[in-house]
């Protein structure tokens, strides 16, 4: 036990930390790999689409830029965020529309008597009556007078997406909780494919376990304690049904070291929707 326990220095000595499950295997299992981080870890799965092509507007016509959504779940947001750019000698000519993939138009702006030459406004749009939110959503300017033209700049849409990034210190055989407020989504429970994304830095991962905390109280686990995982990074994305508790409120990771002699920190998580 002696010759498989990690060492542990403290002032004057050094013992060795005993493990009983590395004691009893062979004596050269295979090393934990390293996992290879993300290529955007804090954005592992952004939840946004553009189109930045230009789309002319005719004097007295219409035009549409499309953008293709995929890998949202379950019904459109409350809070849809459209920004949109348009370059126009008399904007107050134009009407802007948001068109959904079932075909459901959602008015941005009317015509008005606005005289200057560009829009580079988000609009928030309520789209919770959307039952399809993958597929080809548009945005439709139409001219309503003349004599001016002008063309679609681009434009964006951003799903809502919450995160947390601020570093939180794990205590060496102590817990530590990091919140995330959920607000703008639809109103009742959460989706039965929710998604977590935790990055955590430790000395021995495998003395973490992770949950996640609901604001209605459920406890969803998503990590337990592996004793042989050494390890010192995680980089982990995990599903979760979240049907049984609210959507909007506070979301709480909680990080527990379960065993002394390491420490380490949370830099930050993400749950989508």
């Known amino acids: 036990m002696k010759t498989t326990g990690k060492a542990i220095t403290y002032t004057g000595a050094t013992t060795p930390r005993l493990r009983l499950d590395s004691a009893a295997l062979p004596q050269n299992p295979t090393p934990t790999p390293t996992p290879t981080p993300p290529d955007d870890p804090k954005g592992v799965w ?5 189109n930045l092509d230009d789309h002319a507007i005719p004097d007295r016509g219409s035009v549409d830029s499309p953008i293709d959504v995929s890998g949202i779940l379950d019904k459109g947001p409350v809070q849809l965020h459209v920004w949109v750019s348009v370059q126009h000698p008399w904007v107050g000519d134009l009407k802007l529309e948001l068109v959904s993939p079932d075909r459901k138009v959602f008015p941005l702006r009317e015509p008005s008597p606005d005289g200057s030459d560009s829009i580079d406004e988000t609009y928030d749009v309520d789209t919770s009556s959307v039952t399809t939110p993958n597929g080809t959503w548009k945005l439709r300017a139409t001219d309503a007078y003349s004599p001016d033209a002008g063309f679609i700049d681009g434009w964006s849409m951003d799903f809502p997406f919450f995160e947390n990034w601020d570093d939180h210190n794990i205590p060496d055989k102590g817990v530590v909780t990091s919140p995330i407020t959920v607000t703008g989504w639809l109103p009742g429970n959460a ?6 994304y935790a990055e955590v830095h430790h000395t021995w991962v495998g003395d973490l376990k992770i949950d996640l905390i609901s604001p209605n109280g459920k406890v969803y686990k998503l990590r337990i304690p592996s004793p042989q995982d050494n390890g010192d990074v995680i980089w982990e994305t995990y ?3 979240g049907s049984a508790s609210p959507a909007n409120g506070t979301w709480t990771l909680r990080v527990e070291d379960v065993t002394a002699g390491d420490t380490g920190y949370l830099d930050g998580w993400w749950i989508k929707f």
């Open 191 to 196: 989706p039965s494919k929710a998604t977590v």
């Open 239 to 241: 599903p979760v049904d």
């Open 46 to 50: 952004p939840p946004y689409f553009a």
